[in-house]
């Protein structure tokens, strides 16, 4: 069974920092794609950034190129978002989503993850 748990969310700053992180189970990293997305109250999920071990890439959404980090660590079956410089439009529940069948052209889609953490909160004060 795939599980996913997703955590390292907090209150933080302007400017400052956070590690988020998703620990993984049920499944091999080298055959998924693992995601992170957000959602801000009154707005749809939005991807952040995704990576693929089957592509060989890591992505990111427009609004975090610069500022966010994507990372994984397959002996601890976890994957890492570190956020630098971030904004109160950052401010929103954070998931960790994987899938086996994602496409390249789908890795931003929420639709197209099966499995998804539980969401950690990011609450950044201007």
């Known amino acids: 069974e795939v599980q996913l748990q997703a955590y390292g969310g907090g209150l933080v700053q302007a400017g400052g920092s956070l590690r988020l992180s998703c620990a993984a189970s049920g499944f091999t990293f080298d055959d998924y794609a693992i995601g992170w997305f957000r959602q801000a109250p009154g707005k749809e999920r939005e991807g952040v950034s995704c990576?693929?071990?089957?592509?060989?890439?890591?992505v990111y959404g427009d609004s975090v190129k610069g500022r966010f980090t994507i990372s994984s660590d397959n002996a601890k079956n976890t994957v890492y978002l570190q956020m630098n410089s971030l904004k109160p439009e950052d401010t929103a529940v954070y998931y960790c989503?994987?899938?086996?069948?994602?496409?390249?052209?789908?890795?931003?889609?929420?639709?197209?993850?099966?499995?998804w953490g539980q969401g950690t909160l990011v609450t950044v004060s201007s």
């Open positions: 989503a994987a899938d086996q069948t994602v496409i390249m052209s789908t890795l931003f889609t929420p639709a197209a993850y099966k499995n």
């Open positions: 990576i693929s071990n089957s592509y060989g890439s890591t």
